[in-house]
């Protein structure tokens, strides 16, 4: 890339697999993975990126979080853990960049609410139910947040007003707001079409299933009018 194209001016770690259940009845392999390519594949991501930002002098790192980064959701334990960790990267690298003098980097996170993609397919899911989540968001508003991120990185940029609505609940009421998600979480899900337990695409890749939404919220509404 870099022969190719001479630096490199943005780098967007977007990566990111699921597994939803109990924690308890996922099993450890699934949850291994989770950290595999969540966290160790965003720690390779900026590593890579920011060696090259500081021989440049610039650079903006941007990475995609969740709303799990600042709110932890029952049902996706592992998952919220490697989205937390992930915001804790950002802050940290951030911090050593202003340390070492390197003013012209700048490292971002978005942290997007549920989206209709196809992540909720690719999940592995250990809850019986086909994976939901009310009131989810269009790709398009992440995609929005990401291109914007790329000029105006913030380190915890929350998207959208469910979003925004959750990080400023969990500051205020962090006992309450993680009560009222799990409790949601587990209602929602029990809405879901019954589904065999099943490791999802996160060990091997779903062909099947590659494009930008997931059809989730088609799903749904077919499943509420049941």
Known sequence: MLDRFGSID???????????????????????????????????????????????GRGTLVNVGSVDSAVPIALQNTYAATKAAVRSLGHSLSEELRMAGDDGIKVGTIMPWAVDTPWWVHAANYTGHEPRMSAMDDPQI???????????????????????????SHQVMPGLTER?????????????????????????????STGVSGGIRERMVAEDSR
């Open 10 to 56: 943005v780098w967007v770690n977007n990566v990111g697999v699921g597994a939803v259940g109990y924690f308890w009845d996922i099993p450890i392999e699934d949850h291994a993975r989770l950290v595999d390519v969540n966290l160790k594949g965003f720690i390779y991501g900026a590593h890579a990126a920011l060696r090259v930002f500081r021989s440049q």
């Open 180 to 208: 009222f998600s799990a409790v949601v979480a587990k209602s929602e899900t029990e809405k879901g079409t019954p589904v065999a337990p099943h490791p999802g695409a996160i060990h091997n890749p779903n062909p099947d």
């Open 142 to 168: 992440v995609v929005d947040a990401i291109v914007a991120a790329c000029t105006d990185p913030k380190l915890d940029q929350p998207v959208g007003y469910k979003a925004k609505a959750a990080n400023a």
